[in-house]
Every structure is written in structure tokens, then in C-alpha cells.
């Protein structure tokens, strides 16, 4: 580690070293923000504050109290706080716990606390009012930035957002003190997990043609067939995904009596999956085709039957979840028939208490409630699955996704953030624990089809967690099998030695950082 990061201290190691005031020997200024991205307007800040005193202290924000903008900070704390130590002229940073930096200035009272010239209007700001008494309140003195260079972090990310994935990834892992090593161990001991998959099966027809023309009557586009490819989706595709990942796989779902279900069972066979699948001739398979043109979606028809099943087929699917004792189960809902607002407490009970749960509810075109899926060990839904589930459209996504954690009573929650990554939520480790939330950027930039991600990603921060009792290696591995899915064109099982790869690629680059 080198010689800058032992800047970074707590409040009461500060009081240790520089006493407690009026201090004999040094001055101090402090300052306090969340410095997501260190521009040249903080430089002039800090260097005006340190010009003061004779040594500077800069607090920052810890990330769970960040609620300037979405997904902020883009910067993890510790990146932050390394950043600001590595400046010659920062003497100390601090990683304040606390909403406002109020319980820090009352604890070090330092000479002079320095904010910027755009606070200096004091009867607009009601927490400048409260960090002036408290300065106050002991003989400290209060200063503002001259306002000659103004510049704002936030605007500097929207407009040109840098690529800090690996470099947050390698913060992460080394704040965790997880090495890829570990996280290659963990792959290795897939094939000890014994995991039901129970959920509705999706054949996703891809259906690909070229424009002709449109008809000058009225608008509709002419298009000329060239070829389709099919692949088995929904809870079918995460079945897959567990077996190529390489545990042992048992798949429970509801299919027609019809084509369809044949090409299902045969997918099953081929990638040598249990199946458990039951047959209802009065709804057919459900089959999703997509119409494309240079890899333009034009048009969505499914071949589907939302209707719950029947109480035999219940009984039967529930009979199958009785039967697992040990390992995984894993609910995959899509609202085409299995998971129904009656069948959910049933599906629930027949649980083994022992099992390792996991509950992901998609709501593409249905309402599925992730809520349903209370206590589990792990829930996985994106923004538009919570704030269904929520009834929340306002709330920032952060704070949204703290709210469904704490509600569904889970113990880990993976947000699913589409092209920004996964924002993970876990118990807290001790009561001031500030990473008990941690977000990991999406590890590739360059998507060529999004869809199946989640799925990919579900499979693999399954067996993680299961395997590892560790969210941060499931994050990792959950990121890292959906960076590989992106970039395939078409629902296909992402195998274990493409996941082992991908961990050596990211390490060497890591190195190189």
C-alpha cells in the first residue's frame, strides 16, 4: 500500500494525533463534500482551506448518505477518499458515517471550517446556519472559497461519464480482501450444488428478415423472411444456465401439449437437465417471436396462455419442491401460469427449511410481485419489478431499492441496474457498517443483445452465494456471466470456462491499473 493512504484515519484517531481545541501546535481547516469526481474547482477549495492552517482535514460523504443525483456517488468512498489523500496538500481524510458532517465538527473542532462561495448566502441554507453555531459554539471560525472557479462534479459526469468499472471492481475486492483466486474456488465448487428450478418455459423464435418496401395504401411495411433460430427462455434458460455453470439441475414447469413442448424436452435432454416438467393440453407452450431487421425488433407476437394452473398440476409441481432436500430452489416467475396470487403460498411452503432460496419475479409484460418472495436468500428484480412491487414511482433508485431490501426481509438483494450494472444490498456487518450496499458497473460496454442478462446472472450469483456465503463474489460472478450473455446474439447457456476466462481477462487487466 503506499505511503498517502494512512491519510485516511477516523475522527478519534485525528483527536489522538492533533489534541482536542485550542490546540497549541497546528491550525486545522476542514472540509466536508462528497468529491465524487476531484475537478480543478476542488483543487482551488482545498488549496485555499490548507492556505489557512497549517494542516487540512477533508471529510467526505460515506456513500449511503449520497442523495444528490441517481446512482451517485459514481465514485465508491474508498476511491474517494484515496483520491483526496493522494493530493500532497491533504493532510487527513476523513470517511464521515453520519448524514452531515455536524457530529464530526463537534467532535474535532477544527480552527476554521471552509465551505464553497456558492454557500456563502446563508439564509438560503439551513445547514450552513447549523455547522456556523456549531463553530460557534466553541471559537472556531467560518470561511467561504473566494468564488472565482465554480465547477460541478455532477455536470462533469453526465456530460462525459470516465469508465471506472475496473477500477471500482478492484476498490471493492481489495476493501473485501477478495482475490480472484478465491472467486476461481468458488467456481470450482459448482458441481456440488444440487438445484431445482421451478418457473414458466419461454421459447424465444428469433425471426430474421430484410425490408422490402411499405404498402402506399396504408402503413404497413412489407418484409421478406430469411431464417429463424429458437432458443428455451424464461425459467428454462436459467435451468441451462445453472447446468453449463456445471450443477446438477433439476427443472419443474407446465407445458402444452403440442410441438413446442417436444423441442423443450429435447433442449432438456441435450443439455442433460432432470426433467420434471408436467404436461396441460389447455394452454399451449409459450413461445415469444421476434421479428427483426438489421437487428431492428419490428414486432412481438406471443403464442400464450396466462391463466393459473390448475390445483393438480399444483399439487404435483409442490410435491416436486417437498421432494428437494438439500441445495438450491429457485422460483423463476414470468405470470404465465405457475406463479399466481393462489399458488404462491403453496409453492412457498413446500420449501425445505434447510434449502437455499432464491425468488426473481419478471414483469416484461405481466404483474408479477417480487414481494411474493419474502425471507428468501436471495430476490434479483430490476427498477420496473420494484417499483411495481412498491407502488413507487418517485423515489430515487438507491433509496428504492433500500426500501424493497428491507421490506421483502431478504438477506440479499441484487438491483438490477441494466447497462449501469448491479446495485447489491446485504446485512449490515457491524451497526456503522457503510458497505453493507455496494454497486458493481456493468464489466462490458459494448452490448449486442441484452436479453437473458438476468438470467445468466440469477444462475450465477446463485451458486455463488450458495457455494461462498459471500454477496460480493456473487455480485462478481452474477456481473460477469451477464457481460458474457450481452454479447451473444440469442438465448444460449453461458458455460463455466467461458465465466473462468473472463476472471483471468479482468485479472490481468487489474493488474495493469
Known sequence: MKNYLSKIITPQQLIKIEGKFPRQKNKLSMCHGVFDLVHPGHIRHLSYAKSMSDKLIVSITSDIHVTKAELRPYVP???????????????????????????????????????????????????????????????????????????????????????????????????????????????????????????????????????????????????????????????????????????????????????????????????????????DSSRPTTDKRYYISDNYRLLKVDKVENFPIDKKILKKITDVIKKHKEGIVIFSDFRHGIFSKESISDLKKSIQKNVFKVGDSQVASRWGNILEFDNFDLITPNERETRFALGDQDTGIRPLASKLYEKAKCKTLIFKLGSNGILTLRRKIQKNDTRFFFVIDALEKNAIDPVGCGDALIAYASLSLYTSKNPVIASILGSISASIMVRINGNSPINKKSVIDKIHTISMELKNL
Open 77 to 279: 468512498e474508498k476511491l474517494r477518499a484515496e483520491n483526496l489523500a493522494a493530493l500532497e496538500f491533504v493532510d487527513y481524510v476523513v470517511i464521515d458515517v453520519n448524514e452531515t458532517p455536524n457530529i464530526n465538527l463537534k467532535k474535532i473542532q477544527p480552527d476554521f471550517f471552509v465551505k464553497g462561495y456558492e454557500y456563502s448566502n446563508v439564509n438560503k441554507n439551513n445547514k450552513t446556519k447549523e455547522e456556523m453555531k456549531i463553530l460557534r459554539s466553541y471559537g472556531g471560525k467560518f470561511l467561504f472559497t473566494p468564488g472565482d472557479y465554480v465547477l460541478s462534479s455532477s455536470k462533469i459526469i453526465d456530460s462525459n461519464k470516465p469508465d471506472l468499472s475496473l477500477t471500482k471492481l478492484k476498490s471493492l475486492m481489495e476493501g473485501e480482501k477478495i482475490g480472484f483466486e478465491e472467486v476461481l474456488k468458488t467456481v470450482d465448487k459448482f458441481n456440488k450444488c444440487d438445484v431445482l428450478v421451478v418457473g414458466d418455459t419461454i421459447i424465444d423464435t428469433y425471426v430474421e428478415t430484410s425490408i422490402i418496401g411499405n404498402n402506399a395504401k396504408t402503413p404497413t411495411f412489407s418484409t421478406k423472411y430469411i431464417n429463424e433460430k429458437r432458443y428455451i427462455g424464461g425459467a428454462a434458460i436459467v435451468a441451462c444456465h445453472l447446468k453449463a455453470a456445471g450443477a446438477k439441475v433439476k427443472f419443474c414447469s407446465v407445458l402444452g401439449d403440442d410441438h413446442d413442448a417436444s423441442y423443450v424436452k429435447k433442449q432438456l435432454k441435450k443439455y442433460k437437465i432432470t426433467d420434471l416438467t408436467f404436461k
